[in-house]
């Protein structure tokens, strides 16, 4: 596949199940791999990933729905916990102010880099998790969860969640999406 038709199939995928056509350590080293090659403004290495399988999967969706006082749908948090296992997106804030030490007249640029890294971060392992043959989502319930999921996976205070991302067995896949004119959205100048 090239990267069009990769980026193609990479959809949101919410019906997830646990059962995964890859080992859990193949989908690790991945993971790891991809952290590692994510470009990151002024090389400073922001990124900050922790991956809950197994009974921290269910931990994690517990946390989340009792984080919320029951004013999320269980069905709905229960359909994250369904999965196989979900990737937490963080950036370090202490990285990216000591950067901005260093580097005065760049300050109010680093937290804007940080966030464009996990961004790219997010995006690259998402698609390559679907190339594996593995579905996936994005959510984002923080800030409200932030103070949970720092305590559940005993994060340091200076890691700042930006996202979860369920993965699992796909169950069914996502609609078609509608098309467009991306005309509207992209212009060319010769």
Excluded at 2 to 27: F, H, M, Q
Excluded at 176 to 181: H, R, S
Aim: net charge negative.
């Amino acid at each position: 596949m090239n990267v069009t038709d990769l980026l193609k199939d990479r959809r949101s995928i919410y019906a997830l199940g646990k059962d995964i056509p890859v080992s859990d350590d193949e989908v690790i080293a991945f993971i790891k791999e991809t952290t590692a090659l994510v470009p990151d403004a002024f090389n400073m290495k922001s990124q900050r990933v922790v991956v809950a399988l197994g009974d921290k999967q269910d931990q994690l969706w517990d946390t989340i729905y009792d984080a919320f006082g029951g004013k999320v749908a269980r069905e709905k948090i229960d359909s994250f916990k369904a999965a196989h296992g979900t990737v937490l997106y963080f950036y370090d804030e202490a990285t990216v102010k000591g950067l901005q030490e260093q580097f005065p007249l760049y300050a109010a640029n680093f937290p804007i880099w940080a966030q464009q890294s996990n961004g790219m971060l997010q995006i690259n392992i998402w698609t390559g998790l679907r190339a594996l043959g593995i579905g996936a989502n994005i959510q984002h319930y923080n800030p409200v969860i932030d103070d949970a999921v720092k305590k559940l996976f005993n994060v340091p205070e200076n890691y700042v969640l930006v996202a979860q991302m369920p993965f699992g067995g796909i169950l069914e896949e996502a609609a078609p999406k509608d098309g467009e004119d991306i005309n509207a959205r992209v212009q060319i100048e010769k």
